[in-house]
């Protein structure tokens, strides 16, 4: 017969706990690496703009022209400048998440173990009683292989 662990409405919310403390650090990570791909793109686009205003200084040069291509690049490393901020944002509340997390496992590690030694007391428990039930029967034999040698 098992044993009904008197903790199992617990440690299942534990489990729930753990595991919803660890898809929200996924959730995080996710965030990083798409605001990191962000950055990305407006690198690329920076690079293309400086490129294609290398190519524009050649012949007539519009000052209008260069003052555009100046502000926006100055505006797409603002933009790289503010998603980086966010990325920091990011990393904190990710690196709260993994405490989370690890705090998370560790109580769902102590529910575990309690279940464990639980487990292993009734085991005990069961074998002593059965050595106990087997002993009698053993007394018993032996007293009635007794009387009938009288």
Not at 46 to 53: E, H
Not at 64 to 89: C, F, K, P, S, W
Not at 102 to 112: I, M, Q
């Amino acid at each position: 017969m098992p044993i009904e662990f008197r903790f199992k409405v617990l440690l299942e919310l534990r489990r729930q706990e753990r595991d919803e403390a660890g898809a929200s650090l996924g959730q995080a990570n996710e965030a990083i690496n798409k605001v990191n791909a962000q950055i990305d793109e407006i690198k690329r686009e920076r690079v293309n703009l400086r490129s294609s205003y290398d190519v524009n200084r050649k012949g007539d040069v519009s000052v209008d022209a260069l003052l555009a291509h100046g502000r926006y690049d100055l505006q797409l490393q603002a933009d790289i400048n503010a998603l980086q901020t966010t990325v920091a944002e990011l990393r904190v509340e990710m690196e709260k998440r993994r405490e989370k997390l690890v705090a998370a496992e560790a109580e769902l590690k102590r529910f575990e173990k309690l279940k464990e030694n639980d487990e292993a007391a009734f085991r005990a428990l069961e074998s002593k009683r059965e050595n106990e039930e087997a002993d009698e029967v053993s007394s018993r034999q032996y007293a009635l292989e007794r009387q009938r040698q009288r």
